[in-house]
């Protein structure tokens, strides 16, 4: 088992490594912070680290996502991470998320800022499910 959590940062680590575009910065409201390629993409890889813990006990959520057709006002994204906390051995997985999240754009010539919305069904390992919310804001540098 231990393996396969290696195999799959390695993995998601390298689909940010060759995604050759854009990333986003999003602030959530939970003390959160995420790290995002490319969304124009059909696939996109996101880093999430919640900061609200102590150092040693703190999660870190990566997460693969499809991304649906962006609309004029808005884009939604499912998709399928790990959470674990890294600094108690990369053999402590939290638990399994299925995050879906909708992006606003508020402004329609401005898509760089997007108000996120996040909902996503966490199954813990040594706990039962439980239901997360996020919001955030959103900001995505281009590469121009």
Same mark, same amino acid.
């Given at each position: ?32 912070? #995420? %790290? ?6 059909? *696939?996109? $890889?996101? !880093?999430?680290? =919640? ?21 004029e ?8 991470g790990?959470?674990?906390?890294p600094?108690? #051995? %990369? ?6 998320? *299925?995050? $879906?999240? !909708?992006?606003? =754009? ?6 760089k ?15 039962n ?14 590469k121009?």
């Amino acid at each position: 088992m231990t393996n396969f959590k290696l195999i799959l940062i390695i993995v998601l680590f390298f689909i940010g490594l060759t995604s050759h575009s854009q990333i986003a910065v999003s602030g959530f409201s939970n003390y959160a912070v #995420g %790290f995002n390629t490319n969304k124009n993409r059909d *696939v996109s $890889a996101e !880093l999430k680290v =919640f900061t609200n813990y102590y150092f040693a006990e703190m999660p870190i959520e990566a997460n693969v996502f499809y991304n649906f057709e962006t609309k004029e006002y808005h884009r939604f994204s499912i998709g399928l991470g790990v959470n674990l906390s890294p600094f108690r #051995g %990369f053999d402590e997985i939290n638990g399994l998320v *299925v995050p $879906a999240t !909708l992006e606003i =754009f508020p402004i329609k010539n401005l898509k760089k800022i997007a108000l996120v919305l996040e909902l996503t069904p966490v199954f813990r390992i040594e706990d039962n499910a439980i239901l997360r919310g996020l919001i955030g804001i959103r900001y995505t540098f281009d590469k121009k």
